[in-house]
């Protein structure tokens, strides 16, 4: 049972903005923080923002300023809007919901940012 389903990825150039959105299951998102987090290969995983069930926020130092996450309740969705976008925001993006000691992870999206 698919759980977390994302899009929103694509090619970019440098400066310009992509939204990434991520459906969740309604169980889920009623009572997780909800987080993205990005890979690129030969590195760990990183975390790039997450959202508490209240809307507190935390950033990566590396999108402060530049990218930001939100939650729609009604559509159980959350988004991270990314804006002035760089190379080195290359990378696949992962939807994350926590609530100890469970974690859900969506499947990926690519997001490329290249001339």
């Known amino acids: 049972q698919v759980q977390l389903v994302e899009s929103g990825g694509g090619l970019v150039q440098p400066g310009g903005s992509l939204r990434l959105s991520c459906a969740a299951a309604e169980n889920i998102f009623r009572i997780f923080t909800m987080g993205w987090y990005r890979q690129v290969p030969g590195k760990q995983r990183e975390l790039v923002a997450r959202?508490?069930?209240?809307?507190?926020?935390i950033y990566a130092d590396s999108v402060k300023g530049r990218f930001t996450i939100s939650r729609d309740n009604a559509k159980n969705t959350v988004y991270l809007q990314m804006n002035s976008l760089r190379p080195e925001d290359t990378a696949v993006y992962y939807c994350?919901?926590?609530?100890?000691?469970?974690?859900?992870w969506g499947q990926g999206t690519q997001v490329t940012v290249s001339s």
């Open positions: 994350n919901g926590h609530r100890d000691p469970t974690d859900y």
């Open positions: 959202i508490t069930t209240t809307g507190n926020t």
